[in-house]
């Protein structure tokens, strides 16, 4: 008879556990030493060994002949716990089994003494599910059970355990199973089987088993006999993946904000499957490897890909400038994986809009969008103050720097220094006047004749809660014309405060402090050109 490869190939002693040291060396040193406890709480994700080890050391307590802790597996009592024929192994589904009755039967079936072997055991899988009436009647036992029952308890929610349970139990971890023994054993299995399987085949079923080799040997199970090498594309096809590929090239286009090649991608994805909904999982979790890349400073042992993705991906995370984008794109993607089951109709143009969105946050209205914006508003100024660097050096060049290159300039007929000095004198007092020619007298303003009382810091004052706004504002020159409120900056702090809508948030301040104006601009201030810098110089 056809046995499924997870049972085909489930381990019968602790030594062929994989990925799970740290337990199975607990539970061998207590067999060993003969240190075994009333109850045991296996508890860990599914697929990771948890009612392997159970039968184990059901096995292992019940052994006539153990060695170091594992059962020897040719004894009659190990040979009838791998049949299945002893009744003195008792395994209850907890899901269809949950009520009090069946637990009242249980602890009344504990107080005989076993048939076959040396401990009755009882092995509870996902016990969480019994009822609270249930979890009151098996407290009693479970606390002092008869010498010769043991109790076994799995689950894969241990948080909704009472605490009266997990006081009573030894709790035993169970952890997901590491990507590359996952692939040993896949690769193992394939060598026992026949399977001919590339190993980055191999490398992605273990990334979408999550830990768990139940999974990862169904996964494989599935693909046997679809083609004579199971290779990465045929993982892909044969699973209904989306291709690397494509959720790369979906990366690259909604950090180049490139729409029309994002959508051509998606296109493609949904001309695969039909349903992308995996193909989302998975591009959700390139971005967290993109998230590793930008904040762990040595990503490479936390990323499950190829060399070939890494350079991908390490590419990809190089074009990000901060992390406020990466994180509007993770929200965005969270926010349909979450919805996407919801949407009954329309599911394809939900993921455009969402992807439409990655690719230009000008077309979306939260937070997330907007600190995206701000974050390529800093990138855009950073560029243009670097191009502008050798007007920005001449204006901040110091006094002892401008000596420096005065006196390195060829010498003048040396003069008397009473001529010197009235040279100089002279030529300042003809600065000062050119100055004053260029320089219009000051006009009195409107406002000022109209008696329009302003107060700078009184109106940032007035924006209340928005320190982010007031803080950007603390940078500008304001003044009142007329009733029109005028703010000046440079060109980055403008695009951002009208991205902000400052425009409206400063005229309702202005008039809750009295202010009398019709509106407000907001403007670049003007920049003194090169010429006018050396004129000062």
Do not use: W
């Not at 056809?2 to 489930?10: D, E, H, I, M, N």
């Not at 600190?371 to 920005?392: D, G, H, M, V, W």
């Amino acid at each position: 008879m056809y046995q499924a490869l997870y049972r085909k190939y489930r381990p019968r002693t602790f030594d062929e556990v994989c990925g799970q040291d740290q337990a199975v060396a607990v539970l061998k040193n207590q067999v060993k030493n003969d240190k075994v406890s009333h109850a045991y709480l296996f508890c860990g994700s599914r697929g990771t060994g948890k009612t392997t080890c159970a039968k184990i050391l059901a096995k292992a307590v019940n052994c006539e002949n153990p060695k170091d802790g594992d059962p020897c597996g040719e004894c009659p009592s190990c040979r009838a716990i791998n049949s299945g024929t002893t009744l003195d192994v008792v395994e209850i589904d907890a899901a269809s089994n949950n009520g009090v009755d069946s637990i009242r039967q249980l602890c009344e079936e504990v107080k005989y003494m076993p048939s076959d072997l040396k401990k009755r055991v009882y092995i509870i899988d996902e016990v969480h599910m019994l009822t609270i009436a249930a979890f009151n009647a098996l407290l009693k036992t479970l606390e002092e059970p008869p010498e010769h029952v043991l109790f076994i308890l799995a689950t894969t929610e241990l948080q909704k355990l009472p605490a009266t349970i997990l006081s009573r139990c030894q709790r035993i971890n169970f952890r997901r199973i590491p990507n590359d023994v996952i692939v040993d054993r896949l690769m193992n299995v394939a060598s026992v089987e026949g399977i001919q399987i590339e190993r980055e085949a191999a490398g992605v079923i273990a990334r979408l088993s999550d830990g768990a080799l139940r999974d990862a040997l169904s996964l494989l199970e599935s693909c046997i006999g679809k083609a004579d090498i199971i290779t990465e594309e045929e993982i892909t096809k044969l699973l209904g993946l989306g291709n690397r590929e494509l959720l790369i090239k979906i990366c690259r286009a909604a950090l180049t904000s490139n729409a029309p090649m994002c959508m051509s991608a998606l296109g493609e994805l949904y001309t695969r499957q039909g349903d992308i909904k995996s193909s989302i999982s998975e591009l959700f979790k390139l971005y967290r490897d993109l998230l590793i890349i930008k904040t762990v400073p040595d990503p490479g042992e936390y990323l499950d890909c190829t060399e070939n993705e890494k350079k991908e991906l390490f590419d990809i995370a190089g074009g990000f400038e901060g992390s406020d984008r990466l994180n509007y794109h993770l929200d965005l993607l969270r926010t349909l994986i979450s919805n996407y089951d919801y949407v009954t109709s329309g599911k394809k143009a939900y993921a455009e809009v969402t992807f439409l969105k990655m690719c230009d946050p000008a077309v979306s209205d939260d937070n997330g969008a907007l600190l995206a914006r701000i974050e390529a508003l800093e990138e855009k100024a950073s560029r243009a103050s670097f191009a502008t660097a050798p007007e920005n050096a001449l204006r901040s060049e110091s006094v002892p720097e401008r000596e420096t290159r005065a006196a390195a300039a060829p010498e003048k007929a040396e003069k008397p220094a009473e001529d010197t000095h009235a040279s100089e004198n002279a030529r300042e007092s003809a600065a000062e006047e050119k100055a004053a020619e260029k320089e219009p007298a000051p006009k009195k303003t409107a406002a000022a004749a109209s008696g329009t009382a302003f107060d700078r810091k009184k109106l940032i004052s007035a924006l209340g809660d928005d320190a982010f706004l007031g803080a950007y504002l603390g940078e500008t020159n304001m003044r009142v014309e007329g009733r029109v409120l005028t703010v000046e900056a440079e060109e980055f702090t403008v695009e951002l405060l009208k991205t902000m809508e400052a425009d409206k948030t400063l005229a309702k301040a202005a008039k809750s402090i009295g202010c009398d104006i019709d509106s407000v601009t907001i403007r670049a201030a003007k920049t003194a050109s090169n010429n006018d810098i050396l004129d000062t110089l």
